[in-house]
Nanobody, 121 residues
Framework: QVQLVESGGGLVQPGGSLRLSCAAS????????MGWYRQSPGKQRELVAT???????NYADSVKGRFTISRDNAKNTVYLQMNSLKPEDTAVYYC???????????????WGQGTQVTVSS
């Protein structure tokens, strides 16, 4: 069993900051990419940011220059520092990890339960 546990969501005013964390635990052999996606009501889930095992980041155009993704591979944890938040950043944010649970297993995607981020005055 693999679990991804997110924390750090909440309510913040426009222009404010939040930091999301996601820790992967359980049966993990190796992790490739980790990242964050978000989903707003009535919209499809979209990529926010991902980072490879070598910590090479990839960002959605809408968050470039405002959000920073980082990883602590020793802790199987990924972070998302969100600055200059806008009301359109309001969504449920989901952590994702692409990993192999065992040496003989295949690569699979795992998801966290989601954490709500609300940007409002």
């Amino acid at each position: 069993q693999v679990q991804l546990v997110e924390s750090g969501g909440g309510l913040v005013q426009p222009g404010g900051s939040l930091r999301l964390s996601c820790a992967a635990s359980g049966s993990i052999f190796v992790i490739d990419a980790m990242g964050w996606y978000r989903q707003s009501p009535g919209k499809q889930r979209e990529l926010v940011a991902t980072a490879t095992s070598g910590d090479i980041p990839n960002y959605a155009d809408s968050v470039k220059g405002r959000f920073t993704i980082s990883r602590d591979n020793a802790k199987n944890t990924v972070y998302l520092q969100m600055n200059s938040l806008k009301p359109e950043d309001t969504a449920v944010y989901y952590c994702n990890a692409r990993l192999r649970p065992s040496p003989w297993g295949t690569w699979r995607d795992y998801w966290g339960q989601g954490t709500q981020v609300t940007v409002s005055s």
